[in-house]
C-alpha cells in the first residue's frame, strides 16, 4: 500500500482588474448571461459564458422548472448550446458567476459534479485544455484545465 497525493494549483485574484483581459471579458459575458437566469424555484441565479477557439462566446443561465429535475445548470446550458450551434469548434475557457436575487456572490461559483463531466467530454473532444474561471466579486478561481477540478476523470477511454 502506498498513500498518493494530489497536486493541483490554481490562481486566486481578489478583482477582477486583477485578472488577465481576456479572463475579464468572459467573466462580464457571464454576468450578461446571467440576466437570463430563470430560477424561481432556488432564488439562485448562475450565468455562465464559454470562449470557444474561434472567438465565439456563447452564454447560458440556469433554467428551472416546476419539476425540479427537469432543470438545468447554467454551464450545462453553454456548453450544450456552443456544442450544439457550433459544432466540432473546441472550448477553450468557461467563466461562472452566481449569486441570489441575481446578486454576483463574494465568494466564487463553483460548478457542480454534472457540469464538471460535460467540461471533461468537451475538452477530450476539443483535444485543447478548457479554462475554468469561477467569479466572485471579492474572490475568483482560475483553473487551466478541466482535470484540476475533476481528479480521476471518466470518459470514453475508460470503456475500452
Ligand atoms: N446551478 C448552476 O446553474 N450551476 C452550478 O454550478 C450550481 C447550481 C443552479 C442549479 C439551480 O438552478 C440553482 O443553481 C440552485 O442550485
Not at 498513500?3 to 482588474?17: C, P
Not at 475579464?24 to 430560477?39: F, N, P
Request: net charge negative; hydrophobic share 40%; glycine share 8%.
Amino acid at each position: 500500500m502506498k498513500t498518493i497525493s494530489l497536486d493541483i494549483s490554481y490562481e486566486e485574484y481578489s478583482s477582477i482588474e486583477e485578472m488577465d483581459p481576456r479572463d475579464q471579458d468572459l467573466v462580464r459575458e457571464a454576468i450578461e448571461a446571467q440576466k437570463g437566469s430563470y430560477a424561481p424555484y432556488s432564488g439562485f441565479n448562475v450565468g455562465a459564458a464559454v470562449l470557444l477557439e474561434d472567438g465565439t462566446v456563447v452564454r447560458g443561465s440556469n433554467q428551472e422548472n416546476a419539476a425540479y429535475p427537469s432543470s438545468l445548470c447554467a454551464e450545462r446550458t453553454a456548453m450544450f448550446a456552443a456544442s450544439a450551434n457550433h459544432p466540432g469548434v473546441p472550448m477553450e475557457a468557461l467563466a461562472i458567476v452566481g449569486g441570489f436575487g441575481h446578486q454576483i456572490a463574494p465568494t466564487p461559483c463553483a460548478p457542480c459534479g454534472a457540469c464538471r463531466q460535460v467540461m471533461a467530454e468537451y475538452q477530450t473532444l476539443g483535444g485543447k485544455p478548457l479554462r475554468i474561471i469561477m467569479f466572485g466579486t471579492h474572490k475568483a478561481w482560475v483553473f487551466s484545465r478541466v482535470e484540476d477540478i475533476l481528479p480521476f476523470i471518466f470518459d470514453s477511454f475508460n470503456e475500452k
